[in-house]
Nanobody, 122 residues
Framework: QVRLVESGGGLVQPGGALRLSCAAE????????MGWYRQTPGNQRELVAR???????NYADSVKGRFTISRDNAKNTVYLQMNSLKPEDTAVYYC????????????????WGQGTQVTVSP
């Protein structure tokens, strides 16, 4: 069984920084894309950043130049370094992974973390 374990959320003042981590744990054969999404009450979940395996990273326009996504393939872990945080970055941040849990199946599966709250407030 696969699960995504997130950490690193919290309360920070505007202009501050936080680093989120997400580790994919369990029986994993191969991880394709890992990424981060966020959601505020009453709104749809939106892409923040994604890191395809062997590909270039993608960022939402609202976070370009402030957030950096990275991953450690050996640890099946993805990170999100968030700098120059703004109140509008306040949301629940969800880790996302597209992966093959074993070598016998032909299609990958999408997994989500439990979410971590990020609050940017004076």
């Amino acid at each position: 069984q696969v699960r995504l374990v997130e950490s690193g959320g919290g309360l920070v003042q505007p202009g501050g920084a936080l680093r989120l981590s997400c580790a994919a744990e369990g029986s994993i054969f191969r991880v394709n894309t890992m990424g981060w999404y966020r959601q505020t009450p009453g709104n749809q979940r939106e892409l923040v950043a994604r890191f395809p395996s062997g590909g270039s990273t993608n960022y939402a326009d609202s976070v370009k130049g402030r957030f950096t996504i990275s991953r450690d393939n050996a640890k099946n872990t993805v990170y999100l370094q968030m700098n120059s945080l703004k109140p509008e970055d306040t949301a629940v941040y969800y880790c996302n992974a597209d992966l093959f849990p074993n070598s016998r199946i032909r299609s990958s599966y999408i997994y989500w973390g439990q979410g971590t709250q990020v609050t940017v407030s004076p």
